[in-house]
């Protein structure tokens, strides 16, 4: 990617963590973190990895609670950035510490049978 986008891409990731942290009132959002924004090269959509705490249920509701907040954060970023565009956002499940968590536990489970 172009620096523009890297520097695009920290923006909406620093700006978006706020506005869930402090504006966004619904509850099914409460437990999500913003872990990743990649902009395209034209600025015009930003896909938004979101890590979400609780069981897959919890991750689906947070995932359409964040979509159905989608026209409200783009307002919000309007106003907070000066950006000649806002992008349409595109949230996605960051499977990422998941992952990380399995393959812990995966070995874990081999080391305690090497010492057994």
């Known amino acids: ?3 523009r986008t890297d ?5 909406l990731r620093a700006e978006l963590a706020q ?7 619904d509850p099914r959002v409460r437990l999500a973190t913003v872990s990743s924004v990649t902009v395209a090269k034209d600025l015009r959509h930003a ?5 979400v705490l609780g069981d897959d249920s919890h991750r689906a509701e947070a995932i359409e609670g964040l979509k159905r907040a989608k026209g409200f954060l783009r ?5 907070r950035l000066r950006l000649r565009v806002v992008p349409e956002l595109d949230f996605e499940l960051d499977r990422g510490a998941e992952y990380s968590q399995q393959i ?7 080391n305690d049978g090497e010492t057994s």
């Open 7 to 11: 520097r695009v891409d920290d923006l």
């Open 19 to 25: 506005l869930l942290l402090r504006d966004v009132n």
């Open 47 to 51: 896909k938004v990895k979101v890590s």
């Open 75 to 79: 307002t919000q970023l309007a106003h």
């Open 1 to 3: 990617m172009t620096r």
């Open 104 to 110: 812990s536990d995966l070995l874990d489970d081999l």
